[in-house]
């Protein structure tokens, strides 16, 4: 933002002088804030397809709650919420939480063939499936995730959508894999190559290690990241790790909501999460919407994914980056806690 920046008054000049500078300086400064102000109110949504393992974990109740608070705000235009996790029931989860926010036409997908089936060993999806309302009671209801992907993707502007996983890769591998079909002719690479902007990934640890969601499809993990045509961030297990967020949300005795209800059941499980729950899928998804600049750098090169799910980095290519924080944890904390205790527009 630029700043109008007046010279101070002689020290011969009156005090009504000074006091004419002091309001053209206010002036200036209100002017430039509603012109940023208005600038951020104009800045398009950006489409996003939310990918996700819901259930094993409770950081994707957190990442899918401040993404539909992102988009009341205007930020973020949810296309799809689609599972790659298939234990019954997680189609009718991703349906509570759209529902909640008003949300209940946005297709939802569920792998039909090979995939994790693993659910919530706090068993907090039965809780919010008894408690609030959903149409869709069974996955046999929705289609395959592969089939929304790409009629969701048929119907998007050229290069305008990002997709951001924070679960298994096997939808991903699918997609890449699938033929042309009546929503579009293209192969699903070229769909994607074509549709897509970015793929924002809670996935690997960096420069090296081993994570869960590389790990439980390590042969998928390693297909997609080998060929995914577009531009790849990684937010690594090491950057939500050292971000714990939820305590706010469960001592808000003002609020209900699904989120808050979740984390009221699993933190009190886990002694580890005295101080707040990790938060990798909330990190992801904060990205993918707002991006990388107010947080983190991008470390560039390209993941190295090994059979057995493990990853190394490799500095000398190109098209991939991994997450870097700049911002301390407590100040990314802050941000999420703000979006998570978001109640839907009435």
Not at 190 to 209: I, N, T
Not at 221 to 246: L, Q
Not at 272 to 289: K, P
Not at 294 to 301: A, I, K, M, Q
Request: aromatic share 8%.
């Amino acid at each position: 933002m630029d700043i109008l920046i007046l010279p101070m008054p002689p020290k011969n000049k009156t005090k009504n002088s000074v006091m004419c500078c002091k309001k053209l300086i206010c002036v200036s400064f209100l002017f430039c804030s509603l012109a940023a102000c208005a600038q951020r109110h104009q800045a398009s949504p950006v489409p996003i397809i939310f990918d996700s393992d819901i259930g094993p974990d409770y950081d994707d109740v957190g990442a899918i709650t401040i993404l539909h608070a992102m988009q009341d705000r205007g930020e973020a235009k949810i296309l799809a919420t689609v599972a790659s996790n298939k234990y019954e029931g997680i189609a009718a989860v991703l349906d509570v939480f759209n529902t909640y926010f008003h949300r209940p036409d946005i297709p939802i997908g569920v792998p039909k063939g090979d995939a994790v089936d693993m659910r919530d060993g706090q068993h907090w999806t039965d809780t919010l499936l008894v408690k609030y309302p959903h149409k869709i009671k069974h996955n046999d209801e929705v289609p395959d995730a592969v089939e929304v992907y790409r009629k969701v993707l048929s119907a998007q502007p050229d290069h305008s959508v990002t997709i951001v996983t924070v679960g298994f890769l096997t939808n991903l591998v699918n997609l890449l894999d699938s033929p042309g079909d009546e929503w579009s002719p293209l192969s699903g690479r070229e769909l994607v190559k074509k549709k897509v902007k970015r793929l924002v990934s809670m996935a690997g640890a960096f420069p090296s290690g081993k994570e869960f969601n590389l790990e439980k499809d390590a042969k998928a993990s390693r297909e997609v990241f080998e060929s995914w045509p577009t531009p790849v961030i990684f937010s690594g297990f090491e950057v939500g790790a050292r971000i714990k967020t939820g305590l706010p949300l469960i001592h808000d005795e003002n609020l209900h909501s699904p989120a808050k209800d979740v984390f009221s059941i699993a933190i009190p499980m886990s002694p580890d999460d005295a101080a707040g729950r990790m938060s990798w899928d909330e990190t992801t998804t904060l990205v993918a919407v707002r991006g990388y600049r107010s947080f983190f750098t991008l470390h560039p090169g390209r993941i190295k994914v090994n059979d057995d799910g493990s990853n190394g980095w490799d500095d000398s290519e190109k098209g991939q980056y991994y997450l870097v924080a700049k911002a301390t944890p407590e100040e990314i904390a802050d941000v999420i806690n703000g979006l998570m205790m978001h109640e839907p527009r009435k």
